[in-house]
């Protein structure tokens, strides 16, 4: 018998999100994409050994919850259980993004160099890209060298809207 992937939608002020929990940890927090998120828990699925089951859970309430306080500008980070799926490179480079202080920014080249090679800025653009749980692992915070937006799963005006949320664009773009 396999254990329980239970997703459910959660709404923001930038559109609905589909939150994954499997054993009380967030697995997936994806801005409702019908494809991506369907590859997404098709692929936690098999990962995890799990059935998806559409469901609420209290974990899933508190991420509301949080995300709410994120958008009314009340919180800055979040206190959750998380469970990433990746592997061990793209673990490291997810977990570089917490240290990308709110309202700042910083480049895939300073991601890269941080993760102590310069040449693997596409391996480290990629992982980002592969981030299962946006907002949440902040992402959204990584820009091009040139201050460009590029590449952001949940569509390019979001990660410019999250940005802006976090005052990002008041600040100079900053290394970790």
């Keep these: 018998m396999s254990d329980l992937l239970s997703f459910c939608t959660i709404q923001t002020p930038l559109g609905n999100m589909c939150c994954g929990v499997f054993n009380d940890k967030l697995v997936l927090l994806e801005f409702e994409n019908e494809t991506r998120v369907a590859d997404q828990l098709k692929q936690l699925a098999n990962h995890l050994n799990a059935r998806p089951v559409p469901e609420e859970t ?11 306080e994120y958008f009314d500008q009340k919180r800055r980070s979040f206190d959750l259980q998380l469970l990433m799926v990746g592997s ?36 480290v653009a990629k992982a980002n890209g592969e981030n299962r749980i946006g907002i949440v692992i902040p992402c959204h915070r990584v820009i091009g060298s040139d201050g460009s937006l590029t590449g952001y ?24």
Excluded: C, H, M
Excluded at 104 to 122: L, N, P
């Design 58 to 68: 209290s974990l899933s309430r508190k991420v509301q919850e949080q995300l709410n």
């Design 88 to 123: 061990k490179f793209q673990e490291k480079v997810w977990e570089s993004l917490f240290d990308i202080p709110y309202g700042r920014t910083t480049s895939y080249q300073q991601q890269a160099i941080k993760y102590g090679d310069v040449k693997a800025i596409r391996a």
């Design 153 to 176: 799963a949940g569509e390019l005006w979001r990660k410019k809207a999250l940005l802006e949320l976090e005052g990002a664009f008041a600040k100079q773009a900053s290394l970790f």
